[in-house]
């Protein structure tokens, strides 16, 4: 075959002066992509591609292999002195005035904008860590994860807390535990999996989400009490330096592309302004010879169309606990050394939120290292020696939120979880409440004669909702929006899907049945939860037509909440132990917020400044705990707190009881926060028999106690009159921290769950 004749360009193609000289050589560029040699050159990289795999089985030798090349120690150099230079030692500094199954996952996300379709290629998911030894070797973990939770918008608006997005998340303030309406399954508020109570089973099988084989005729959900901070403002561009850097929620970017999709063009480096040139490798960019993917400047738009600068009252900072595993950095554990600050320097309390309570005060409390626990106890001591009255409040369940009974031992893990509380020099309680089963005669009469289990109503309503809303995403393809085949696939609503239609069908069936059976004009209100807050009903006054069914339940509060003095707060996805403390084994990432407005208040009955934001959000809080709140609307549209930040301030709710929360140290509400709790306490043990509990001290009184012919969080007695009288007094969701529970036994026996190895992992 004969030679293309030499052409300068393409046919037709005129060059100009700037082009020839920025690109002298263009054509045998192209003859040279066009020629065999081209081809030589990808076997070239295959090879580095293949080399590089094999030298990570050389690092499992040398656990320092990120940091001893020399480009790679002058940018921990750079990235040392940038944290030595910033309060807490974090990476990022204190900025003024802002407002404040991952396969699945990954597979569902690409799969909304298919290829073909307007918007593929604008949802890129990477999953990180990568368990895999032979692709990775010594750049993998088995025990540690990326627990942080945080979204950036558009480098204007930030989201940073303890809140997954996931099922069994939404909640309201008087946590409703019972999803069952005898008026019809189309007043659902949980469906599909999203009813959970991961007390009684974890999530099955998540890609068939519509399926739950947890029955809400028997059991209630585990409500959930989190906290998010939406954020504007300067520090809104420190979380979006992390997110290039390390972005969580089970992935990486840049750290990630380096690490494990280096040679996938389908994945771009992230290069930001401010942070471009020689300062680029302090977000892990790397410029290999042939890269692989383009190098994509952020943000897309003129930084001035942004909202940085002053856009309120607080002062914000970004910590996070990182390390080499998680971000490709030297340890960092800026959220630890921002607690053990704060609290050190407190002068009149520290309230604490957290899933867990695991610190040591010393050096020798082998496994725990991490040292929140000694800041606590010398603040405490020094208030002592000064004569100051001084609290630390504690708020934590009284079991973290894995599946199965504490006596079993399958939960060997979850009591050595428990053991490591003490009550030395604080005061710790748990968060309870109760619904009732809304099991009416008629709807189990429904049940008996469609034939169809109320588990299949459930799955038939999950499926209905899917269809809806596909259907809606398919009216809109007049606009330009499709699904692909993917989501079509996935989502037919054509009837072609069998399985789907034999649920709907079943549904259909159920609902046929409704109008033979008689309802005897029972019109009471599905859930209870709301009588114990404010302005609620007595549970004795409400309409009856179901037999008495109740249910309690622990709440989770699975983020890290601490809020000093009224004056200073840290919100984020840190618990209070190891994992999530010391910086090398689980990756998180929370905010410090101060804010410079103040309103007047009281401590310790003297006039006192406050910060309004650290202020309001306390009084907030525990005016739900004490239920001084009413309840929630499901419909959040007129919810000022349900708005993004920069659109309106939150609510409030000024008023008597807004007042009488006013004083943290105040004798009179210290008198109603415990004494609400010793109530609620002795109600639930009575009742119920909810565990765990003061009275079970070894494993002979956990069986007396919760015989097994009790249905876990069921009544102890369902033939007790009293039931509904008792249930009045109930007020908010306080009860106290169990702390002498299996106190006469070894919570969790030296084993194969329990060890040397894996005391590290459980703490």
Same mark, same amino acid.
């Given at each position: 075959?004969?030679?293309?004749?030499?052409?300068?360009?393409?046919?037709?193609?005129?060059?100009?002066?700037?082009?020839?000289?920025?690109?002298?050589?263009?054509?045998?560029?192209?003859?040279?992509?066009?020629?065999?040699?081209?081809?030589?050159?990808?076997?070239?990289?295959? !090879?580095?591609?293949?080399?590089?795999?094999?030298?990570?089985?050389?690092?499992?030798?040398?656990?320092?292999?990120?940091?001893?090349?020399?480009?790679?120690?002058?940018?921990?150099?750079?990235?040392?002195?940038?944290?030595?230079?910033?309060? =807490?030692?974090?990476?990022?500094?204190?900025?003024?005035?802002?407002?404040?199954?991952?396969?699945?996952?990954?597979?569902?996300?690409?799969?909304?904008?298919?290829?073909?379709?307007?918007?593929?290629?604008?949802?890129?998911?990477?999953?990180?860590?990568?368990?895999?030894?032979?692709?990775?070797?010594?750049?993998?973990?088995?025990?540690? !994860?990326?627990?942080? %939770?945080?979204?950036?918008?558009?480098?204007? $608006?930030?989201?940073?807390?303890?809140?997954?997005?996931?099922?069994?998340?939404?909640?309201?303030?008087?946590?409703?535990?019972?999803?069952?309406?005898?008026?019809?399954?189309?007043?659902?508020?949980?469906?599909?999996?999203?009813?959970?109570?991961?007390?009684?089973?974890?999530?099955?099988?998540?890609?068939?989400?519509?399926?739950?084989?947890?029955?809400?005729?028997?059991?209630?959900?585990?409500?959930?009490?989190?906290?998010?901070?939406?954020?504007?403002?300067?520090?809104?561009?420190?979380?979006?330096?992390?997110?290039?850097?390390?972005?969580?929620?089970? #992935?990486?970017?840049?750290?990630?592309?380096?690490?494990?999709?280096?040679?996938?063009?389908?994945?771009?480096?992230?290069?930001?302004?401010?942070?471009?040139?020689?300062?680029? *490798?302090?977000?892990?960019?790397?410029?290999?010879?042939?890269?692989?993917?383009?190098?994509?400047?952020?943000?897309?738009?003129?930084?001035?169309?942004?909202?940085?600068?002053? #856009?309120?009252?607080?002062?914000?900072?970004?910590?996070?606990?990182?390390?080499?595993?998680?971000?490709?950095?030297?340890?960092?554990?800026?959220?630890?050394?921002?607690?053990?600050?704060?609290?050190?320097?407190?002068?009149?309390?520290?309230?604490?939120?957290?899933?867990?309570?695991?610190?040591?005060?010393?050096?020798?409390?082998?496994?725990?290292?991490?040292?929140?626990?000694?800041?606590?106890?010398?603040?405490?001591?020094?208030?002592?020696?000064?004569?100051?009255?001084?609290?630390?409040?504690?708020?934590?369940?009284?079991?973290?939120? =894995?599946?199965?009974?504490?006596?079993?031992?399958?939960?060997?893990?979850?009591?050595?979880?428990?053991?490591?509380?003490?009550?030395?020099?604080?005061?710790?309680?748990?968060?309870?409440?109760?619904?009732?089963?809304? %099991?009416?005669?008629?709807?189990?009469?429904?049940?008996?004669?469609?034939?169809?289990?109320?588990?299949?109503? #459930?799955?038939?309503?999950?499926?209905?909702?899917?269809?809806?809303?596909?259907?809606?995403?398919?009216?809109?393809? #007049?606009?330009?929006?499709?699904?692909?085949?993917?989501?079509?696939?996935?989502?037919?609503?054509?009837?072609?899907?069998?399985?789907?239609?034999?649920?709907?069908?079943?549904?259909?069936?159920?609902?046929?049945?409704?109008?033979?059976?008689?309802?005897?004009?029972?019109?009471?209100?599905?859930?209870?939860?709301?009588?114990?807050? /404010?302005?609620?009903? %007595?549970?004795?006054?409400?309409?009856?037509?179901?037999?008495?069914?109740?249910?309690?339940?622990?709440?989770?509060?699975?983020?890290? $909440?601490?809020?000093?003095?009224?004056? +200073?707060?840290?919100?984020?996805?840190?618990? $209070?132990?190891?994992?999530?403390?010391?910086?090398?084994?689980?990756?998180?990432? !929370? +905010?410090?917020?101060?804010?410079?407005?103040?309103?007047?208040?009281?401590?310790?009955?003297?006039?006192?400044?406050?910060?309004?934001?650290?202020?309001?959000?306390?009084?907030?809080?525990?005016?739900?705990? /004490?239920?001084?709140?009413?309840?929630? *609307?499901?419909?959040?549209?007129?919810?000022?707190?349900?708005?993004?930040?920069?659109?309106?301030?939150?609510?409030?709710?000024?008023?008597?009881?807004?007042?009488?929360?006013?004083?943290?140290?105040?004798?009179?509400?210290?008198?109603?926060?415990?004494?609400?709790?010793?109530?609620?306490?002795?109600?639930?043990?009575?009742?119920?028999?909810?565990?765990?509990?003061?009275?079970?001290?070894?494993?002979?009184?956990?069986?007396?106690? /919760?015989?097994?012919?009790?249905?876990?969080?069921?009544?102890?007695?369902?033939?007790?009159?009293?039931?509904?009288?008792?249930? *009045?007094?109930?007020?908010?969701?306080?009860?106290?921290?169990?702390?002498?529970?299996?106190? *006469?036994?070894?919570?969790?026996?030296?084993? $194969?769950?329990?060890?040397? +190895?894996?005391?590290?992992?459980?703490?």
């Amino acid at each position: 075959m004969a030679a293309a004749p030499y052409q300068e360009g393409e046919p037709g193609e005129e060059r100009s002066l700037r082009d020839h000289l920025e690109r002298p050589f263009e054509s045998l560029r192209q003859r040279f992509q066009d020629s065999h040699l081209q081809d030589l050159q990808g076997l070239k990289a295959k !090879a580095t591609v293949f080399k590089h795999k094999i030298g990570k089985f050389q690092n499992l030798v040398n656990p320092n292999h990120l940091h001893d090349e020399e480009h790679e120690k002058r940018t921990d150099e750079k990235r040392s002195f940038i944290a030595k230079s910033q309060r =807490f030692g974090s990476f990022a500094p204190l900025r003024e005035a802002n407002r404040v199954k991952c396969a699945h996952t990954k597979h569902a996300l690409e799969a909304l904008c298919p290829e073909g379709t307007p918007g593929y290629g604008n949802i890129r998911v990477m999953r990180h860590p990568d368990h895999n030894v032979f692709e990775n070797a010594a750049d993998m973990t088995f025990y540690w !994860a990326h627990h942080e %939770k945080f979204i950036v918008i558009d480098y204007n $608006l930030a989201f940073i807390g303890g809140l997954d997005i996931c099922f069994g998340r939404w909640d309201s303030r008087q946590h409703p535990l019972t999803d069952m309406h005898p008026a019809g399954i189309h007043d659902e508020i949980w469906p599909g999996q999203d009813f959970n109570n991961c007390r009684i089973m974890d999530f099955q099988k998540v890609v068939d989400w519509e399926s739950n084989q947890l029955n809400k005729a028997d059991y209630g959900r585990m409500p959930w009490h989190d906290i998010h901070m939406g954020v504007i403002g300067d520090c809104v561009y420190d979380i979006a330096e992390h997110f290039v850097l390390a972005l969580t929620e089970e #992935q990486r970017w840049n750290f990630c592309k380096r690490d494990k999709y280096k040679h996938n063009d389908r994945y771009d480096w992230l290069v930001i302004k401010g942070r471009e040139g020689s300062d680029e *490798d302090l977000i892990s960019v790397q410029r290999p010879t042939h890269p692989m993917g383009q190098y994509i400047l952020h943000p897309l738009g003129p930084i001035e169309t942004k909202k940085f600068g002053p #856009q309120g009252t607080v002062n914000a900072q970004v910590v996070r606990s990182s390390c080499d595993w998680s971000s490709g950095i030297l340890a960092e554990h800026s959220i630890q050394t921002a607690y053990c600050d704060v609290i050190r320097n407190a002068q009149h309390y520290v309230y604490i939120e957290n899933q867990f309570f695991i610190t040591a005060t010393g050096d020798q409390q082998f496994p725990i290292h991490n040292t929140i626990g000694r800041a606590i106890v010398e603040a405490c001591v020094r208030a002592g020696r000064e004569g100051r009255k001084f609290r630390v409040i504690c708020v934590i369940p009284a079991i973290p939120g =894995f599946a199965g009974n504490l006596s079993g031992d399958a939960a060997t893990g979850t009591r050595e979880i428990v053991t490591d509380a003490s009550a030395d020099h604080i005061f710790f309680f748990n968060l309870r409440t109760f619904d009732r089963l809304n %099991k009416a005669p008629a709807l189990e009469a429904q049940v008996e004669k469609s034939g169809v289990s109320y588990q299949e109503v #459930q799955r038939a309503h999950a499926e209905e909702i899917m269809r809806q809303t596909i259907g809606i995403a398919q009216g809109g393809a #007049q606009e330009g929006i499709q699904m692909g085949p993917e989501g079509a696939r996935r989502f037919k609503t054509d009837g072609g899907d069998k399985e789907k239609e034999r649920a709907l069908d079943k549904g259909r069936a159920f609902e046929a049945e409704r109008e033979n059976v008689d309802h005897g004009g029972f019109a009471g209100v599905d859930s209870i939860a709301a009588d114990a807050m /404010l302005h609620g009903n %007595k549970v004795s006054d409400e309409a009856w037509a179901a037999p008495l069914t109740f249910e309690p339940q622990l709440l989770l509060t699975p983020y890290e $909440l601490l809020i000093v003095d009224d004056r +200073i707060a840290i919100c984020g996805s840190a618990n $209070l132990n190891d994992r999530s403390q010391m910086g090398t084994h689980d990756s998180e990432l !929370a +905010i410090v917020m101060e804010d410079t407005r103040t309103i007047p208040s009281t401590m310790d009955g003297q006039p006192y400044a406050a910060g309004y934001h650290a202020a309001t959000l306390r009084r907030f809080l525990w005016r739900e705990h /004490l239920g001084l709140l009413p309840p929630q *609307d499901l419909n959040g549209n007129n919810d000022a707190n349900a708005q993004p930040p920069g659109d309106c301030d939150n609510a409030v709710y000024e008023g008597e009881e807004y007042e009488y929360v006013a004083d943290p140290l105040g004798d009179q509400l210290w008198e109603l926060w415990t004494g609400y709790a010793t109530r609620n306490t002795d109600i639930f043990r009575d009742l119920f028999h909810a565990d765990p509990d003061d009275s079970i001290k070894s494993f002979d009184d956990y069986s007396k106690f /919760l015989p097994e012919r009790i249905k876990q969080g069921h009544l102890y007695d369902p033939n007790r009159t009293d039931v509904k009288e008792k249930l *009045d007094q109930i007020r908010g969701h306080l009860v106290w921290m169990p702390l002498d529970f299996l106190k *006469d036994s070894e919570m969790a026996e030296k084993g $194969l769950q329990v060890n040397a +190895i894996t005391e590290s992992i459980y703490t």
